[in-house]
């Protein structure tokens, strides 16, 4: 089983910046897709964003343009590069494998 941990939350002000990461245990490299979805407070999960092992992403309509996703296989990484945040990209963020494994999340509030 591919264990994933998150990282790089935090507070931010609006218009600020973060930078995610999401280590494996094992290898992403025979994975087709990785992705990252968030939860917002009392709300369902959603997806923020996705990359295939060819490099192509997807993004949620409303991070399009802010949000940019990134994986490296021989680190065994994926990346959320988080630009421009606004308060409502307050959320537990989780990285999220192919093979349907899940990261315990990492909480970003953005807050003035």
């Known amino acids: 089983q591919v264990q994933l941990v998150e990282s790089g939350g935090g507070l931010v002000q609006p218009g600020g910046s973060l930078r995610l990461s999401c280590a494996a245990s094992?290898?992403?490299?025979?994975?087709?897709?990785m992705a990252w979805y968030r939860q917002a407070s009392g709300q369902q999960r959603e997806l923020v964003a996705s990359i295939s092992t060819g490099g192509s992403t997807k993004y949620a309509d409303s991070v399009k343009g802010r949000f940019t996703i990134s994986r490296d296989n021989a680190k065994n990484m994926v990346y959320l590069q988080m630009n421009s945040l606004k308060p409502e990209d307050t959320a537990v963020y989780y990285c999220w494998s192919g093979n349907r494994y899940w990261g315990q999340g990492t909480q970003v509030t953005v807050s003035s």
């Open positions: 094992g290898s992403i490299f025979s994975i087709y897709v």
